[in-house]
């Protein structure tokens, strides 16, 4: 390789723990005793996407971070991916790691999005929350469906290709730098060493499910989402990016003004020059605003 990968301050370990049926890869930082944070990563990405932010951390916790189903080194699931499904994982995990007490969550995009909506329907679970640029997706009318449901079911018909291979674990890098300029190499370099596997002619591809290309099989309602959060009780934190996810659509109920306002309790901040991954591009101010709430 031509760059030195990233070295972790504090050190991890993984499991492999039985959700649903899944074979989750759980891992874990910190001392067993210290007060616990989950943390829930995004859409193709996996529980290594946190180490910048937990290296930043003053203090110490207990961590525990899971690779969701279909990514990092987590079970596939062959008959597709639904919300519905991460949602019952996060109940289910949370059960396991916290059977008796509420938790302190965190989680980026999907990951974001499945704590928010989980806090309102389960909000004597959640003692503080964390949202990282998830707040929903596109909303999706009711007349979309009969279109969607056809893509849907003829993105069955033929096999998801496979992921395109990488000779070297710095040629992945790369296209992870190519992808996110603000991203270091040496970060980049240990991103791609936690999130890739070896096929059989030894050539790389990323871990995750090729599978995730296929559509939901629902479509997002805004109006839906916003009923859960509106029964969140819990402390919330909103951190979006620089350019947050969904754009934010001036006089559009799609606007992140309009969603941050549908919970009112909230407090809002904006990591001002970083891109939909904060945790890569400001890991130090994310790590500060976190342990700041959560501590409070």
Known sequence: MNDTAYQPRRASRTETMDIRGIPYNVRH???PD?????????????SATWQFVIDAFKKDW???????????????????YWHQDYMADLDTFLEKVSPHDPVRLIGHSLGGNMSNTYAGVRPDRIEKLVAVDGFGLRNRGPGEL???LDRWLKSWREPVPGARPYKSLDEMA????????KLDKARALFLAANQHRVLPDGKLVWSFDPGHARPFGT???VEEWVACWKRITCPVLWVAS??????????DELSIDWRRKQVPHALFHVAEG????????APEELAKLIENFVAA
């Open 29 to 31: 930082w910190g001392p």
């Open 34 to 46: 210290a007060p616990l944070l989950v943390m829930v990563h995004g859409h193709r990405d996996c």
């Open 62 to 80: 207990r961590i525990v971070s899971p690779d969701w189903r279909g990514f990092g080194l987590s079970g596939w699931a062959p008959q597709g």
């Open 146 to 148: 009969p279109d969607h």
């Open 174 to 181: 790369d296209r992870l730098v190519q992808g996110n300029p």
């Open 219 to 221: 479509l997002h309602r």
């Open 242 to 251: 620089g350019r947050p996810f969904p754009p934010n659509i001036e006089g």
């Open 274 to 281: 970083t891109g939909h991954n904060v945790q890569h591009d």
